[in-house]
């Protein structure tokens, strides 16, 4: 390597290659590869989860011990996802207007 930069300064290379491509990030929950792992209580309830489980196309590995707490939180949070919240554009004042009076919207409603 040739020493084009000032002392102390951090090489560009090494940089990269201490900052590089993420090979180890976490894989997705609910596949065939790694499915969820899920306790119930009773068997009727894990009648529900394998249904819900199966509505949803997911994999799940469902275990029924009565002498543990219920978790079915993998679940629970792959299904609740929270939705991104859009909102509509408002016109421009020379747009014709939304309630269909065909004024500008200036001139109606703005």
């Not at 930069?5 to 609910?30: D, E, V």
Request: hydrophobic share 25%.
């Amino acid at each position: 390597m040739h020493d084009l930069y000032y002392k102390g300064r951090i090489h560009t290379r090494m940089n990269h290659i201490k900052t590089g491509y993420n090979t180890k990030r976490t894989t997705k929950l609910g596949t065939e590869k790694h499915p969820l792992t899920l306790v119930v209580n009773s068997d009727e309830k894990k009648l529900a989860v394998e249904a819900l489980v199966a509505d949803n196309g997911l994999f799940a590995d469902i275990t029924v011990d009565s002498a543990i707490d219920e978790n079915i939180n993998e679940l629970n949070a792959i299904l609740n996802k929270p939705t991104t919240t859009r909102f509509d554009k408002t016109p421009n004042r020379n747009d014709p207007c939304s309630c269909g009076s065909g004024k500008k919207y200036k001139k109606c409603c703005g």
